[in-house]
């Protein structure tokens, strides 16, 4: 009796629950680095208003570029995971390509493999 190949459902939801994840990790760097960009508009705006002094303000800037720096660089990592992830993704579903099956009085087999065979030597 011929089967044909069936995907394994469990395998493919952990490769797109990973995925999701590693999107809402990127998500949450995004946001945490416009909240950073917020807060230091906030701290430039509060100097203009005569606020806080200018000397503060510089105090600051070091901090905001090495934070900014570190979500940038965590981005940049998170995208990297993504695309392994991916790779993962595309190598699974390589996986899924249908068996080649003959059809016969007899029955049905899995296809010879000839055909592809005989392409390769012409090439």
Known sequence: MAIEKKMDEYSYEDI???LSAV???IRSHQNEKQSVMNDFDKERQR???GI???SALASSIPNVRKLLGDLDK???QDIRDIHKIALR???FADRQSPKSFRVTLSG???GSGKAKRRRHRKR
């Open 52 to 54: 806080i002094s200018r």
């Open 47 to 49: 100097f203009h208003a």
């Open 23 to 25: 999107g809402e990790l």
């Open 74 to 76: 965590a981005i940049r």
């Open 16 to 18: 797109v629950k990973e």
């Open 89 to 91: 993704t595309q190598k």
């Open 108 to 110: 049905l087999r899995l």
